[in-house]
């Protein structure tokens, strides 16, 4: 079992402090009377994004009730769609004011908390059988009464009855009328969750969803409340069960099998409330494994493993780069594996999430260390040392592969895998570039889905560092790494795929060393075509190339879903020397810790590359990036490029399979060859 609050506060000095914040925090929501249940359901959360700007919209939790909504670029919205979106936002606060309270009581003995939290759960438990089917859901959800989504609502439960075993705990007892509202309430979500999950696991014979992950987390946290050991056991066995959807829901290779980093939070964290419960009847599931060998520790290690340096989580397929109820969710799962498991190559993870959650150190600082933490490890500015080696990490399931070589500062990661259902990418083959301080061309990842820029560009292909045909998209499809090998001298990729566009075979090659990092990008099809290889990088170049002179203003047609829509070329990149040879075109960007990245493109004949004004990241898309776009009409076509972090590099071809990297003094061949891909010599 976890340690309870109070003992921590005897053994761990960061707890009074959070105790005091947490306390704080709950304090100015009462004098702000912003802790009344509203009587209205909520929506749905996606919802909540500017029209405009396609950011999320600012939620206050001191706001006691809303009906005009600000973007952070200040649009003042009123329309009744975001006021059900508000809702969901607003009833998650209060769920997590209750468990807060509760929590603040378990350390500090003041009855006042107990008494709040109580409050929050008996008024809860009064309103939600007053709550209709929600008749506003979409016809594709499975429709819950304080929400929109039953899944909505199974999460919210969770942070509810988790608050009400914790008052337990501490010995806090209810009167028999608040008693039978809570009851009444119980077995009210018994009876819907159960009725859900019948609805996807028997009906729609749909039992891998995430959703299921959730329903079975929120009917454990039901067993636990009425003590239903029997019933707890039924929910771990069977078809779609806690033990099944382990070894349905997440991959061989530990990922869950949507392929996204948010996702694989997501269930990850659905198991872990639904093993706590377990826990209190004795039962262990930490421990367990899938049929083919999956489990909470080797999810919490694959987390590790596709981490950058600096502790933040790649954002593949759906799933935002950023935002605080993530880091909140991040925190909590790195907490309780801390804890339970003890693998100091979690904490930067940790530490990172706190960072995002406004820690500038990233010390414990909000209510997840508060429940989960315990002071086994120290938490506060961990990153990856400098000079400590981490391996490459190959997901053959999941189709993703992150290389590292010793000595090199600069990183990838390669996804080549399935496409990951309603929450996958149009994005094979894409490449991002990383460095120790960050991600240089990161995988967006998704704004909320209430943002029409969700299909219409971070979805698509354009958006991703990789290829395009004509304009359009790839089809749905997965990849294939053909080699993988890693060397005293070098670490090496091959992928490919043949099922992005009719008759086209993409081919991209990676070559890591301990100074650069070299690309090569081959497309081969059965006919002409304009070929699209697309780069973002989230900075601006401090040295480039200059544009041709005197070139007109026009527009790059991307064809989306049927639909045209026109990115904004900024410039042609002018190559210089003899017309029909091969021409380098460098660049340097400055990067988040102050050095420096070098990238020279090889410009071929027949080849341009041009500067394109697109859509910016996730977390502010309204903040335009410019990305690269290099393109050939052609059947065969082949993209180089080369990047390092030790000074600028230059790549020149020597016939058809051999490139020459120089690097400072250095120059070393490269072939490409039919057996290992791209090889040194």
Not at 18 to 24: A, C, H
Request: with cysteine.
């Amino acid at each position: 079992m976890s340690m309870a609050i109070g003992e921590k506060r005897n053994m761990s000095a960061w707890v009074d402090k959070v105790l005091l914040r947490m306390k704080d925090e709950l304090d100015r929501m009462i004098e702000a009377d912003s802790l009344t249940i509203p009587e209205e359901p909520g929506g749905w959360w996606h919802q909540y994004v500017c029209p405009v700007h396609h950011a999320e919209l600012l939620f206050d939790p001191l706001e006691p009730d809303a009906h005009t909504f600000v973007c952070p670029h200040g649009c003042r919205i009123d329309e009744e769609i975001y006021r059900g979106a508000w809702l969901v936002f607003k009833h998650q606060s209060l769920a997590r004011a209750a468990l807060q309270s509760a929590a603040v009581y378990a350390g500090l003995r003041e009855p006042s908390y107990a008494e709040l939290a109580k409050r929050l759960l008996v008024a809860y438990a009064r309103q939600f059988p007053r709550y209709p089917v929600h008749p506003d859901a979409q016809p594709w959800m499975l429709k819950g009464k304080a929400f929109h989504q039953a899944l909505t609502e199974a999460i919210w439960s969770t942070t509810l009855l988790r608050a009400y075993l914790l008052l337990q705990d501490e010995g806090v007892s209810f009167t028999a009328d608040e008693r039978s509202a809570l009851d009444l309430f119980v077995s009210m979500l018994e009876s819907s969750m159960t009725e859900y999950r019948h609805i996807l696991i028997h009906e729609r014979k749909n039992p891998e969803n995430n959703y299921t992950a959730w329903l079975n987390a929120s009917l454990s946290c039901v067993y636990a409340v009425q003590g239903n050991r029997e019933a707890l056991l039924g929910l771990i066995e069977g078809e779609g069960g806690w033990k099944h959807h382990l070894s349905i829901g997440v991959k061989p290779d530990q990922l869950e099998f949507e392929g996204s980093g948010y996702y694989h939070i997501f269930v990850l964290r659905a198991y872990l409330i639904a093993a706590e419960m377990a826990e209190r009847f004795g039962v262990d599931l930490y421990s367990e494994q899938g049929s083919e060998g999956q489990s909470m520790v080797g999810m919490f290690d694959v987390l590790a493993a596709l981490a950058d340096d600096t502790g933040v989580l790649p954002a593949l397929h759906d799933g935002p780069m950023q935002r605080v109820p993530y880091a909140r969710e991040i925190a909590e799962i790195m907490e309780i594996g801390l804890a339970r498991y003890r693998k100091s190559e979690w904490i930067p993870l940790l530490s990172e999430a706190y960072r995002q959650m406004g820690s500038e150190t990233g010390e414990r600082n909000e209510l997840e260390a508060l429940l989960y933490g315990e002071d086994s490890h120290a938490v506060s500015s961990s990153t990856i040392r400098e000079g400590e080696k981490r391996g490459s990490c190959l997901l053959p399931a999941s189709g993703f592969v992150v290389g590292r070589h010793a000595g090199n500062t600069l990183s990838f990661l390669a996804d080549f895998g399935p496409h990951g259902g309603s929450h996958g990418h149009y994005d094979k083959l894409h490449v991002s570039v990383m460095h120790k301080s960050g991600a240089w061309t990161p995988d967006f990842g998704m704004v909320p889905y209430g943002s029409t820029l969700r299909k219409q560009w971070y979805a698509e292909t354009a958006s991703h560092n990789t290829v395009s045909v004509d304009g359009t998209s790839q089809a749905e499809h997965t990849g294939r790494c053909v080699a993988f090998a890693e060397s005293a001298a070098a670490t090496s990729v091959w992928l490919q795929s043949d099922a992005a566009y009719p008759g086209c075979l993409l081919d991209r090659r990676l070559l890591l060393t301990e100074n650069w990092l070299l690309d090569v990008f081959e497309v081969r099809l059965d006919r002409t075509a304009s070929v699209e290889w697309w780069m973002h990088p989230v900075s601006e170049p401090v040295h480039a190339p200059p544009y041709s002179a005197g070139a007109a203003p026009e527009a790059y047609s991307l064809q989306i879903d049927k639909t045209q829509r026109e990115l904004p070329i900024v410039g042609r990149y002018a190559a210089s020397g003899e017309s029909g040879m091969a021409q380098p075109l460098s660049f340097a960007y400055s990067l988040q810790d102050g050095s420096k990245l070098y990238h020279t493109a090889l410009l071929l004949p027949e080849q341009e590359a041009l500067s394109v004004r697109t859509p910016g990241t996730t977390v502010d898309p309204s903040a335009p990036l410019t990305a690269l776009l290099h393109r050939q009409m052609g059947e065969r076509c082949r993209f180089v490029h080369v990047y390092s972090a030790k000074g600028p590099v230059q790549v020149a071809m020597h016939g058809d399979n051999e490139l020459r990297v120089t690097c400072g003094s250095e120059t070393t061949a490269c072939k490409l060859n039919e057996e290992h891909g791209l090889t040194i010599g």
